[in-house]
């Protein structure tokens, strides 16, 4: 064996596993859902704008339990119950954000994605209700279809329970 073929092997080697390392998680584009939120809690809705690493899912977990995933310029939404809750995006690091959820009331976290030197992060904030409704207009609904093996993803309409 040459050293070109080795060099061009191992290359290709860890290609393939960067790529598998990040396709745990897909995201695929869906109709966004109508259904009201049962008694006792509310819609939470997540919305990623930025450029800054588009092609980077970063999986979404309210109080530990993952709800969903990003990726580019999409959103999605599930239902919480009322009372705290944490949300962490899992980027380069861990990005959170405390809620305090009302029943009934819809709330829609802006997620701002930034990039500096190869890491990206983002910065979770609640939107004002005005804004909201601007920020789901403009992205694509998504849900999360695959996770890693052995990754527990809640099920549709399951509601998430307060701190």
Known sequence: ????????HGFAVLIALLASACAGYVVTPAPMPTDPAPAGA???CIVRVGADGALSTFPMRDNGVLVGAT?????FCYFAGE???ELEAR????????LDVKAQRDTVVLQATRAAVGIVRSRLEELHPEEAKGALKSCQYSVLTQVPEGTYKVKPN???VAK
């Open 158 to 160: 399951t509601v998430i």
């Open 91 to 98: 980027s380069d690091g861990f990005d959170t954000l405390d």
């Open 42 to 44: 509310a819609r939470v």
């Open 83 to 85: 009372g705290r809750h």
């Open 71 to 75: 990726v580019g310029n999409s959103c």
């Open 1 to 8: 064996m040459n050293l070109r073929w080795r060099v061009l």
